[in-house]
């Protein structure tokens, strides 16, 4: 069982920055696309951004090149550069990966982002 471990997240002051990491662990098989995305109290998680094992990029609308995503394929793991953070930003964040030959989808436990002064 592949499993996604989150790191990095906290509180920090507004216009701050933080970097979120995941590794995996568990089975090890190759991943495609991985990726973060928020969720906030009550709502569906919306993508904030994903990779390609070709290394291609895809970014929430709202990031407007705030973050930047980037990410190792030898390991398995994936970070998020977070700047400029906004109040609005705090959420959790969720790593996920797809499988490249299952296409299954894995998420981790997710990581609190609180943005506030």
């Known amino acids: 069982q592949v499993q996604l471990v989150e790191s990095g997240g906290g509180l920090v002051q507004p216009g701050g920055s933080l970097k979120l990491s995941c590794v995996t662990s568990?089975?090890?098989?190759?991943?495609?696309?991985m990726g973060w995305y928020r969720q906030f109290a009550g709502n569906v998680r919306e993508l904030v951004a994903s990779?390609?094992?070709?290394?291609?990029?895809n970014y929430g609308d709202f990031v407007k090149g705030r973050f930047t995503i980037s990410g190792d394929n030898a390991k398995n793991t994936v970070y998020l550069q977070m700047n400029s953070l906004k109040p609005e930003d705090t959420a959790v964040y969720y790593c996920?990966?797809?499988?490249?030959?299952?296409?299954?989808?894995?998420w981790g436990q997710g990581t609190q982002v609180t943005v506030s002064s």
């Open positions: 990779i390609t094992s070709g290394g291609s990029t």
């Open positions: 996920h990966a797809i499988g490249f030959y299952s296409r299954n989808s894995y």
């Open positions: 568990g089975s090890i098989v190759r991943l495609d696309n």
